[in-house]
Nanobody, 118 residues
Framework: QVQLVESGGGLVQPGGSLRLSCEAS????????MGWYRQAPGKQRELVAT???????NYADSVEGRFTISRDNAKNSVFLQMNSLKPENTAVYYC????????????WGQGTQVTISS
């Protein structure tokens, strides 16, 4: 059974930082592109960042330079360091895993709430 378990969300003031973690089980982690998506109330889910199994990274323009995605294959984990957070970054953040070859084999985590507010 595949599980993606996120942690690290919470409430932080504008300008603050958070680090999200996602631990995967039930997959061969090194064979998967990992990523983070987010969904704000009333909006569609959108890409935040992805990192391939070859460590190629892609960011949404809105987070480039403020967010950093990384992965630790030994720990089956992917991370998202978020700095200089803004109120518009408030959303549920979802961990995502997609097989690097079998593109229709993908999984989602349950999401973790990130709220940026003073």
């Amino acid at each position: 059974q595949v599980q993606l378990v996120e942690s690290g969300g919470g409430l932080v003031q504008p300008g603050g930082s958070l680090r999200l973690s996602c631990e995967a089980s039930g997959i061969i982690f090194s064979s998967y592109t990992m990523g983070w998506y987010r969904q704000a109330p009333g909006k569609q889910r959108e890409l935040v960042a992805t990192i391939t199994n070859n460590a190629e990274i892609n960011y949404a323009d809105s987070v480039e330079g403020r967010f950093t995605i990384s992965r630790d294959n030994a720990k089956n984990s992917v991370f998202l360091q978020m700095n200089s957070l803004k109120p518009e970054n408030t959303a549920v953040y979802y961990c995502y895993a997609r097989h690097s070859i079998i593109s229709d084999r993908y999984y989602w985590g349950q999401g973790t709430q990130v709220t940026i507010s003073s």
